[in-house]
């Protein structure tokens, strides 16, 4: 019986389907489930969809592709969402405590009055995004790409922008204590007109010389405002 099946086409297929069930990396989620914690949606395509309120605590959304999706007020508690496509999503109000936003594609985002504390935004593309009102306590956003990015009341407390790009980005009602890592960070024009930046870290002279700052913004001890301060174009 034994050697009949394994001399089959049929057995060779199947024993080649056990040993190498995801050969590739070509594995992706269970796509036609409907949100809830812990839902499985890798890979999957959910674009330009109504999903307000759901849940995906905890869920694995790796390399989905949530472009233009309302997912305003969800619950992201924990979820692993690195690679995904936000591109023009809105996740307004929604819950994101130690989420991995790591690498995803977030263009025109809208993270408005979203409780992401403790996550991180590692090298996340995020070009015009709104974190308006965001709770960004600890958050990474290390090599992350932030031109133009709207911080307008977030609480910015202990996050880092270590090595991201901040040109353009509007720094000047964002709400933090203590220091903020700015080492190796592109200021290009960030606006940071009376920003209190004397606890920050990493900041160094030449950073400032090319951000929009004015007689208002506090610096670091050793570091001056630049002759150029306040910029003329502030657009």
């Known amino acids: 019986m034994a050697r009949r099946f394994l001399g089959s086409g049929l057995g060779l297929t199947f024993l080649v389907m056990i040993a190498f069930p995801l050969a590739g990396g070509a594995h992706a989620g269970d796509c036609r489930s409907t949100p809830s914690a812990g839902v499985d949606w890798s890979r999957c395509a959910k674009k330009n969809l109504m999903l307000t309120s759901s849940d995906f605590s905890k869920a694995n959304l790796v390399e989905a592709d949530l472009s233009a999706t309302d997912l305003r007020d969800s619950d992201f508690t924990g979820a692993n969402l690195s690679k995904a496509k936000l591109a023009r999503a809105w996740l307004g109000g929604a819950r994101a405590e130690k989420a991995n936003f790591e690498k995803v594609e977030g263009y025109r985002t809208g993270f408005q009055k979203m409780d992401a504390e403790g996550a991180s935004f590692g090298a996340a593309e995020l070009q015009r995004a709104n974190f308006q009102g965001a709770n960004l306590k600890g958050v990474s956003f290390e ?79 050793g570091l001056n405002a630049p002759q150029s301060w306040p910029c003329a174009d502030k657009d």
């Open 143 to 221: 090599k992350a790409e932030l031109s133009r990015v709207i911080f307008d009341q977030a609480i910015l407390t202990g996050t880092s922008f270590n090595s991201a790009n901040l040109a353009r980005a509007d720094l000047t009602k964002a709400v933090f204590e203590g220091p903020l890592d700015f080492s190796n960070a592109f200021l290009s024009l960030t606006r940071v007109e009376g920003v209190d930046l004397s606890s920050s870290i990493g900041i160094e002279q030449h950073q400032l010389d090319m951000a929009c700052g004015d007689d208002k913004t506090k610096l670091p001890p």
